[in-house]
């Protein structure tokens, strides 16, 4: 049971534009949603976040939108860089006792010079 | 700052043998979790603490696994009788606390474990 997916196993983007990563979730309980990204032989490395109760949170180059309606949520970067290529992965809780975060299983994004 | 550190950061054992996986949280993170990733996979949760207590342990795959942590600090992992599928990545992670944005996760650099 795949809670949370994310269909695309990797994308390909020119340096400069803008990447665009998907994700898609079930469980309409999750109140919290995380983007993370990992390079190889790293532990993940927090990106941006955003609570159920907003639409859109943006970081510097970062932004993360949500919609509750679709479950679907994105994270846009722009413009892109070749140091952002990595596997990025999606992550969501449901709050409560424990805030166990449940991940998709990543999109290698590749940025090209 | 430190962060969170993990040891050994490989580890090969033969199936059968008993393996410990340590994890130094960054310091005052309460909540303490423990994931795995799978060659191909997404991050599998195992077990969580809060301080030395795991009021969830529901994705340890079998009671060859266990954890504990100790001085609301260092957690260890250990898997008794290791087979081959329980080679992965494990990661350990800590956070402040469990509520909205003291959720941002931090995560160690994994230890990787192979069972030959």
């Known amino acids: 049971d795949q809670q949370v997916k994310q269909n695309s196993p990797s994308l390909s983007v020119q340096e400069g534009r803008i990447s665009i990563l998907n994700c898609d979730y079930t469980?309409?309980?999750?109140?919290?949603f995380l983007w993370y990204k990992k390079y190889p032989a790293e532990g993940p490395t927090f990106l941006i976040s955003?609570?159920?109760?907003?639409d859109k949170n943006e970081d510097g180059r970062f932004t993360v939108f949500l919609n509750k309606s679709a479950k679907h949520l994105s994270l846009h970067i722009v413009p892109s860089q070749p140091g952002d290529s990595a596997v990025y992965f999606c992550?969501?809780?449901?709050?409560?006792?424990?805030?166990?975060?449940?991940f998709g299983t990543g999109t290698l994004l590749a940025v090209q010079p | 700052g430190a962060g969170v550190s993990q040891s050994p950061s490989n580890k090969v054992t033969e199936k059968g043998k008993d393996v410990e996986l340590r994890c130094d949280p960054i310091?005052?993170?309460?909540?303490l979790y423990w994931y795995r990733q799978s060659l191909g996979q997404g991050l599998e949760f195992l077990i969580y603490?809060?301080?030395?207590?795991?009021?969830?342990k529901s994705g340890l795959p079998s009671d060859r696994f266990s954890a504990e942590r100790t001085g609301g600090s260092v957690s260890t992992l250990t898997i008794q009788r290791t087979q081959q599928e329980d080679s992965a990545v494990y990661l350990c992670?800590?956070?402040?606390?469990?509520?909205?944005?003291?959720?941002?996760?931090?995560f160690g650099p994994g230890t990787r474990l192979t069972v030959l």
């Open positions: 992670a800590s956070s402040l606390g469990t509520s909205g944005g003291q959720n941002e996760q931090f």
């Open positions: 469980n309409s309980m999750f109140d919290y």
């Open positions: 955003i609570s159920s109760i907003k």
């Open positions: 992550a969501a809780s449901r709050g409560g006792a424990t805030n166990k975060l449940i």
């Open positions: 310091s005052g993170h309460t909540a």
């Open positions: 603490f809060q301080g030395n207590s795991a009021p969830d």
